[in-house]
């Protein structure tokens, strides 16, 4: 007589549970990588098309002439094509708008990590995260309407469309970005660190500059940089409140055209499709990926490089 084991029922049904749960983790796998493949397909479509168009620029135009001419006018019967007439706009107007952000930004997460109690940081951070859901048409008709107005009080050379009102509304805009990754950043760091030091006889404000800050360097530098790359790639702000004068240097108080201003004037319909004043629009967009490109590649490398890591 044959004695069947006890176990036989559980492990016939424990079978098909194994196999349709490899079916599942399966499907979900595919599906995950379908999804993370549209991201992918979508990053390299939008490349190729920049690309392609840049090329087709550059055949008429010298890389030369695009990088050395000191006027950008592809919309005016006597073209030119100096690249870093946008480029400065775009970095003088980036510039201020970071020397806005970086002390009130840096500021406030100070507060909410260190100063702030639990509760008051509950109601305050979602309190300041609020202007970064405000759109950025209503920053930018602030800028023109409010912020310019105001500084002509006190600069009564400033001009209707300037960089400064620009890049001062800008940095108001971008500080929730600042503040809210650079407390994340802040508030991770053990509290050991901080009990250490106050055992060594130092105050809050010696513990905060001496060791908390530079604990977590990697991830403030990461959040000032993120902000930089929106600065830079901000649209409606400085396309309201700077102006669309194309003018070469550095004077923040004349109105002045960046990159993504430009690129918005030649959306409009003013350049015909395949003309090369069409496809400056192209060549333009590559310059700004290359610039945000190079500083996603910077700020990677630092986090990489800088970042401290604890048991």
Not at 231 to 258: K, R, S
Request: charged residues 10%; hydrophobic residues 50%.
């Amino acid at each position: 007589m044959t004695v069947q084991s006890p176990s036989t029922p559980s492990q016939s049904l424990w079978r098909p549970n194994r196999d349709r749960s490899r079916l599942i983790q399966t499907i979900v796998k595919c599906i995950c990588g379908a999804f993370a493949a549209v991201s992918i397909v979508t990053t390299l479509g939008i490349v190729a098309t920049l690309l392609f168009e840049t090329i087709t620029f550059l055949q008429e135009i010298p890389v030369w002439q695009f990088l050395t001419d000191r006027k950008w006018t592809p919309l005016f019967a006597s073209k030119e094509f100096g690249i870093f007439v946008l480029v400065s706009a775009t970095v003088m107007i980036s510039v201020i708008s970071i020397l806005v952000a970086m002390p009130l930004g840096l500021l406030a997460a100070i507060c909410l990590s260190e100063y702030a109690s639990p509760r008051m940081r509950k109601i305050l951070k979602p309190v300041l995260e609020v202007l970064a859901g405000v759109p950025t048409v209503v920053y930018g008709y602030f800028a023109l309407l409010t912020v310019t107005p105001f500084l002509q009080t006190f600069l009564p050379n400033l001009k209707g469309f300037n960089s400064l009102s620009a890049g001062l509304v800008l940095g108001v805009m971008i500080t929730p970005l600042v503040a809210s990754l650079s407390e994340d950043a802040i508030y991770s760091v053990p509290q050991r660190l901080r009990d250490g030091a106050y055992a060594l006889g130092t105050t809050k404000r010696e513990t905060i500059t001496s060791v908390v800050l530079p604990a977590a360097l990697s991830g403030i530098v990461s959040s000032l940089i993120l902000a930089i790359s929106r600065a830079v790639g901000e649209t409606m702000i400085v396309t309201l409140a700077a102006g669309a004068n194309p003018t070469l240097g550095l004077n923040p108080f004349v109105p002045v055209m960046t990159m993504t201003a430009f690129i918005v004037q030649v959306t409009k319909g003013d350049a015909v499709h395949g003309s090369i004043a069409y496809q400056t629009l192209f060549a333009v967009g590559t310059t700004l990926f290359l610039i945000t490109l190079a500083l996603n590649i910077f700020s990677f490398w630092f986090v990489r490089r800088f970042r401290e890591k604890y048991d």
